[in-house]
């Protein structure tokens, strides 16, 4: 599969990789934890691969990888503009469940939107987080604020409802791109992160419940507060 083929036609959803600066720091820094997550990764371990490291900052630990989700689901969605649209996705759905759009701001009510909207939306809501400086610091060693695990939980709860829109209604044509082995490789390193730190509740994982335990085992741990 070529890879123009696999990620051309992105829409402005498709952003940019983001990255931390202060690179040449001797510390553990946010960007050499990035790395040392997609080398551990690489090792074929992903329980191992989302620890966060020993002596490390849990802080900074969620927040190189929230850039680094960000950036990977942006490419994964990015494979899915040419068959998702406003007309094929007039709501943003999972099965079932039907997600409604609401940052507080523009949209102050729940709001029912398009899938492609919708993710339009959450990843310039997410993007203006990161580039808030007093949410994510630059700078290693500056303290996060007291909000910020609450922060990260829903960032990664709206991502979810990414992946769920993408394996319930367009994983047929996933698997036509070639694209389905990736997708399930990046939603696996998501969820065991996610199962990690606690970041999702096990009622918005529902959606993908079946999916997650055939890729996790019966030995996962993100749903014992639902048995």
């Known amino acids: 599969m070529m890879l123009n ?7 402005k959803t498709l952003r940019a ?18 790395q040392y997550a997609k080398a551990t990764l690489g090792s074929g371990n992903m329980r191992n691969a989302v620890q966060l490291p020993p002596t490390e900052d849990l802080n900074e630990w969620l927040a190189v990888n929230t850039v680094d989700f960000f ?3 942006s490419l994964l969605y990015g494979t899915a503009t040419e068959f998702c649209t406003r007309t094929s996705c007039p709501s943003m759905n999972a099965g079932d469940y039907k997600y409604l759009w609401m940052d507080g701001v523009k949209y102050k009510k729940p709001t029912e939107v398009s899938a492609p909207e919708y993710v339009d ?19 290693v060693g500056t ?3 007291k909000d910020f695990i609450l922060r990260i939980r829903k960032i990664f709860q709206r ?14 044509q996933m698997v036509q791109l070639g694209a389905e082995a990736h997708l399930n490789t990046c939603f696996k390193h998501f969820i065991y992160f996610v ?7 096990a009622v918005e994982l529902e959606p993908l419940r079946v999916h997650i335990v ?3 085992g019966k030995n996962t741990t993100l749903f014992d507060d639902k048995e």
């Not at 939306?121 to 700078?139: G, K, R, S, T, V």
């Open 5 to 11: 083929k696999l990620f051309g036609n992105r829409s």
């Open 17 to 34: 990789a983001k990255d931390f600066p202060n690179k040449k720091n001797a510390e553990l820094s946010q960007y050499a934890m990035s």
């Open 71 to 73: 950036n990977e689901i």
């Open 121 to 139: 939306l959450l990843m310039e809501w997410i993007e203006a987080q990161l580039n808030d400086e007093q949410i994510f610091p630059l700078q």
């Open 143 to 145: 303290p996060f604020s």
């Open 159 to 172: 991502l979810f409802r990414i992946y769920a829109h993408i394996y319930l209604a367009h994983f047929p």
């Open 195 to 201: 199962e990690e730190f606690h970041l999702i509740d």
């Open 214 to 216: 055939s890729l996790m």
